[in-house]
Nanobody
């Protein structure tokens, strides 16, 4: 079992930045790909970014390319999402997810999920 805990959410004005963190605990972090998803009220949970265990392979949703950066520090069992140039449409609960194996953009591929952290961007 892997437990995931997100932090770093909050309220920011459009054009601002936030950095989300996701700390993993429980079983070894080794071999786990990580991802961020988000869900706005009344909408499906959607893919944002993912990163391989080694950190060398990353995927991004088109809507965040060039603005968001996913990274990880395996010595701290933590994955990050640096969000720059935030827009009101980025407002959503952001969730961290983990899976053993290659990183994926598919929600159902992930086994473990955090409780989420809210990001609110005002115009």
């Amino acid at each position: 079992q892997v437990q995931l805990r997100e932090s770093g959410g909050g309220m920011v004005q459009a054009g601002g930045s936030l950095r989300l963190s996701c700390a993993a605990s429980g079983r070894t972090f080794s071999g786990y790909a990580m991802a961020w998803f988000r869900q706005a009220p009344g909408k499906e949970r959607e893919f944002v970014a993912s990163i391989s265990w080694s950190g060398t392979i990353t995927y991004y949703a088109d809507s965040v390319k060039g603005r968001f950066t996913i990274s990880r520090d395996n010595t701290k069992n933590t994955v990050y999402l640096q969000m720059n140039s935030l827009k009101p449409e980025d407002t959503a609960a952001h969730y961290c997810a983990a899976r053993l194996g290659p990183n994926s953009m598919v929600r159902s591929a992930y086994t473990y999920w955090g409780q989420g952290t809210q990001v609110t961007v005002s115009s």
